[in-house]
């Protein structure tokens, strides 16, 4: 999936934004995708910052992601979120997605791009439902 972003000097950059069944761990920030939020762990403090763990999925995946700061109160059940920049990496022995320091997360309306005829999210309900069932086990398994 390409998705068009406007720089701030008006310059038009293409975007790859990739599937969660694609990303794979690295080091470097360079992570665009987007999201559905299924469910959030409790929020604890980590220092003087609030953490929160929460389980996100597209058509193709459900992963682990790391909520940081008002992060954690901002975003809810249900909300789709479009990454920028994101990092998928190792904490504390499993593998998390998050923004990271260079990284942006924002609530977007839909799994639709705006050069796409067709949305993801049409029909993709009873996908997410299957993929948040499917994905039990692996939540049961990293909070317990």
Request: hydrophobic share 40%; charged share 25%; proline share 1%.
């Amino acid at each position: 999936m390409i998705g068009r972003i406007v720089s701030e000097v008006g310059t038009e950059l293409l975007v790859t934004m990739v599937l969660l069944k694609d990303i794979k761990p690295a080091a470097s920030n360079n992570i665009d995708t987007r999201f559905i939020l299924l469910d959030k762990g409790k929020i604890s403090a980590e220092g003087q910052n609030k953490t929160c763990l929460a389980l996100v999925a597209d058509e193709t995946a459900a992963v682990h992601f790391q909520l940081w700061g008002q992060e954690c109160d901002f975003f809810q059940t249900g909300d789709i979120i479009h990454l920028s920049n994101g990092i998928f990496s190792y904490q504390r022995k499993n593998l998390v997605l998050r923004a990271g320091k260079r990284g942006k997360i924002q609530k977007a309306d839909s799994f639709k791009d705006k050069d796409e005829n067709v949305s993801i999210m049409s029909g993709k309900l009873s996908c997410f439902r299957s993929v948040h069932h499917a994905a039990d086990l692996l939540w049961t398994l990293s909070v317990t």
